[in-house]
């Protein structure tokens, strides 16, 4: 059974920064691509940035410069590392498994933490 684990959520001022950690089991993690989504209320669901399982990395036009992802296989986590947190950054993110961007979906998800970013 896949599981996908996110922490590191919660409420940051503008400017600030967060990291977001994902614990994969279940799954041969060295092997998926790793990814992940944010939702914001009312917007639909994006994918932030990824990285495959050669380490290549996307970023989204709006978090170049402001996000990076990595992965650590020997601990099978992925990490969002979130700095000059912007209010346009609140929603709730979603890391996955396998991510694909044009249709916004992927093969595995974890269950989603808040991130809020306050003015």
């Known amino acids: 059974q896949v599981q996908l684990v996110e922490s590191g959520g919660g409420l940051v001022q503008a400017g600030g920064s967060l990291r977001l950690s994902c614990a994969a089991s279940?799954?041969?993690?060295?092997?998926?691509?790793m990814g992940w989504f944010r939702q914001a209320p009312g917007k639909e669901r994006e994918l932030v940035a990824a990285i495959s399982s050669g380490g290549i990395t996307y970023y989204a036009d709006s978090v170049k410069g402001r996000f990076t992802i990595s992965r650590d296989n020997a601990k099978n986590t992925v990490y969002l590392e979130m700095n000059s947190l912007k209010p346009e950054d609140t929603a709730v993110y979603y890391c996955?498994?396998?991510?694909?961007?044009?249709?916004?979906?992927?093969?595995?998800w974890g269950q989603g933490t808040q991130v809020t970013v306050s003015s």
């Open positions: 279940g799954l041969t993690f060295s092997g998926y691509g």
């Open positions: 996955a498994a396998e991510p694909r961007r044009r249709s916004a979906s992927a093969t595995y």
